[in-house]
Nanobody
């Protein structure tokens, strides 16, 4: 059974930084394309993906500000978020790409002065 546990969110001022972590289990993590998603209301957006080999892609809204990475030895994927903007406020989730059927609880990121 796939389990995903996100952490690292919080309240940050515009221009600040946060680093999100996601611990994954129940899969052969090193073979899975992983992604970070964010949700505002019922709308969920794919923010970034990383392949098993480390190739990355980003949504245009975060390119140049966010960096996705992974540690296959720790079954963990990270999202370094810099130069945060109020419009980055959302609940952030990790999941496979395509997504597994189950989602974690997410971690709230609030960007506000």
């Amino acid at each position: 059974q796939v389990q995903l546990v996100e952490s690292g969110g919080g309240l940050v001022q515009p221009g600040g930084s946060l680093r999100l972590s996601c611990a994954a289990s129940g899969m052969i993590f090193s073979t899975v394309v992983m992604g970070w998603y964010r949700q505002v209301g019922k709308q969920r957006e794919l923010v970034a993906t990383i392949t098993s080999g480390g190739s990355t892609e980003y949504a245009s809204s975060v390119k140049g500000r966010f960096t996705i990475s992974r540690d296959n030895g720790k079954n963990t994927v990270y999202l370094q978020m810099n130069a945060l903007k109020p419009e980055d406020t959302a609940v952030y989730y990790c999941n496979g790409r395509p997504a597994f059927g189950s989602w974690g609880q997410g971690t709230q990121v609030t960007v506000s002065s």
